[in-house]
Nanobody
Framework: QVQLVESGGGLVQPGGSLRLSCVASGFTLADYSIGWFRQAPGKEREAVSCFSRYSGTTYRADSVKGRFAISRDNAKNTVYLQMSSLKFEDTGNYYC??????????????RGQGTQVTVSS
């Protein structure tokens, strides 16, 4: 069974950090390009960052540049999203997905359920 399971979300104060994890099962993560997306209530889905199977990070939203970094541990079949200097506007449900085009980072064929990140004082 193909699955993507996210974890690591939670409540954090502005300026804090979190590391999200996305564990794949049923397929080999290294064979795919992966992206992180987020969605806040009442807002459209936003691509956060995408990682190509061949060339590393290929996309990062302007709103997270310098603060978020995506990485992958093939041995653990896991992708991470390291988030720092968190802001109120980073609040949302974060999920990982198998993306079709990591440079456009806008379309995917499979996604996880997500993990909630809440930035609040």
């Amino acid at each position: 069974q193909v699955q993507l399971v996210e974890s690591g979300g939670g409540l954090v104060q502005p300026g804090g950090s979190l590391r999200l994890s996305c564990v794949a099962s049923g397929f080999t993560l290294a064979d795919y390009s992966i992206g992180w997306f987020r969605q806040a209530p009442g807002k459209e889905r936003e691509a956060v960052s995408c990682f190509s199977r061949y060339s590393g990070t290929t996309y990062r939203a302007d709103s997270v540049k310098g603060r978020f970094a995506i990485s992958r541990d093939n041995a653990k079949n896991t992708v991470y999203l390291q988030m720092s200097s968190l802001k109120f506007e980073d609040t949302g449900n974060y999920y990982c997905a198998r993306v079709r085009n990591p440079w456009q980072c806008d379309d995917y064929d499979f996604r996880g359920q997500g993990t909630q990140v809440t930035v609040s004082s």
